[in-house]
């Protein structure tokens, strides 16, 4: 796991966004959304990261939270993030795989 990187499970990001359909990543690979993802999720790949940070949807003072399938990508993910000045992000715990159904 990647330091400085806070893991928040699912449930907490529900009672912490006002409107948390609007504030999820999915970094993971463009197949891999287009498979299944949360309602209202924008797909970021991580391997992208870099090139999109122009476009990025978000303010660096934004909260926004950051799922893959495990929970691995969205720390590296998180913690480039942070590296660049994005100070309000965070990992999913576990990532889709364990959440995905529940949504």
Not at 48 to 54: E, F, G, L, N
């Amino acid at each position: 796991m990647k330091a400085n990187v806070n893991n928040t499970p699912i449930e907490i990001a529900y009672e912490d966004l006002p409107s948390p359909c609007n504030s999820f990543i999915d970094c993971r690979a463009v197949e891999e959304y287009e498979i299944a993802h949360y309602d209202g999720a924008i797909n970021v790949p991580l391997q992208h990261v870099t090139i999109c940070i122009d476009s990025f949807p978000y303010k660096k003072e934004d909260t926004f939270f950051v799922y893959c399938k495990s929970g691995n990508r969205s720390c590296t993910f998180v913690t480039y993030m942070r590296s660049i000045g994005f100070t309000n992000c965070q990992s999913i715990t576990g990532g889709y795989q364990e959440w995905g159904q529940q949504c």
